[in-house]
Nanobody, 119 residues
Framework: QVQLVESGGGLVQPGGSLRLSCAASGNIFSIYTMGWYRQVPGKQRELVATITRGDTTNYADSVKGRFTISRDNAKKTVYLQMNSLKPEDTAVYYC?????????????WGQGTQVTVSS
């Protein structure tokens, strides 16, 4: 069984920073692309950033220059450093990972962590 567990969300003032972490655990053979997505009530979940196993990154235009995604393959963890946060960054943030669990390759999602940007 594979699990993704996020941490690091919370309340921050505009202009502040937060660092999200997402650790994968369980029966894992290999982890491919990892990423962060976010969702606000009434809207579709949207991509924030992704990172391949070779560290190629991709960002939504709305976060370029402010957010940085990184990963530690030994720890099976992906991070999202969020700087210069804006109220419109408020959302539930989810991590996703493309994982081979020795039987098949599938996308797994974390449970989500709330990020609120407000004064």
């Amino acid at each position: 069984q594979v699990q993704l567990v996020e941490s690091g969300g919370g309340l921050v003032q505009p202009g502040g920073s937060l660092r999200l972490s997402c650790a994968a655990s369980g029966n894992i053979f290999s982890i491919y692309t990892m990423g962060w997505y976010r969702q606000v009530p009434g809207k579709q979940r949207e991509l924030v950033a992704t990172i391949t196993r070779g560290d190629t990154t991709n960002y939504a235009d709305s976060v370029k220059g402010r957010f940085t995604i990184s990963r530690d393959n030994a720890k099976k963890t992906v991070y999202l450093q969020m700087n210069s946060l804006k109220p419109e960054d408020t959302a539930v943030y989810y991590c996703k990972a493309d994982i081979n669990n020795w039987h098949q390759r599938s996308d797994y999602w974390g449970q989500g962590t709330q990020v609120t940007v407000s004064s």
